[in-house]
């Protein structure tokens, strides 16, 4: 098993996270085929993703992004480009949505 964990503050507030959660995991379902389920907290989200040789769990707040995701041993070679990738498509929807500007 190898895992990828990634963590991003953000001052979004908790409604626009919520926002972005759901377009990346959109974007990663229809890409991925991963199936998704949410669960609504008052101050956090937990949304869990999976498919065959992937699982994961995005903490979604007002704050911060945290992203924990377990690959299988067939996907395990593949954790550079998924970890690389997994960062880059998140920073690019909250960058966006920060009106082009970082927010670390």
């Given at each position: 098993?190898?895992?990828?964990?990634?963590?991003?503050?953000?001052?979004?507030?908790l409604a626009r996270a919520r926002e972005l959660a759901?377009?990346?995991?959109?974007?990663?379902?229809?890409?991925?085929?991963?199936?998704?389920?949410?669960?609504?907290?008052?101050?956090?989200?937990?949304?869990?993703?999976?498919?065959?040789?992937?699982?994961?769990?995005?903490?979604?707040?007002?704050?911060?992004?945290?992203?924990?995701?377990?690959?299988?041993?067939?996907?395990?070679?593949?954790?550079?480009?998924?970890?690389?990738?997994?960062?880059?498509?998140?920073?690019?929807?909250?960058?966006?949505?920060?009106?082009?500007?970082?927010?670390?």
């Amino acid at each position: 098993m190898s895992d990828i964990h990634y963590e991003r503050a953000h001052d979004l507030g908790l409604a626009r996270a919520r926002e972005l959660a759901r377009e990346w995991l959109d974007d990663a379902a229809r890409k991925l085929g991963l199936s998704c389920q949410t669960q609504t907290g008052e101050t956090q989200d937990t949304i869990t993703f999976e498919r065959m040789g992937v699982k994961g769990t995005m903490l979604v707040s007002g704050t911060e992004f945290t992203l924990d995701i377990t690959l299988g041993a067939m996907m395990a070679a593949f954790k550079p480009i998924v970890k690389a990738e997994v960062s880059r498509n998140l920073e690019r929807i909250i960058e966006k949505a920060s009106g082009g500007s970082s927010a670390a």
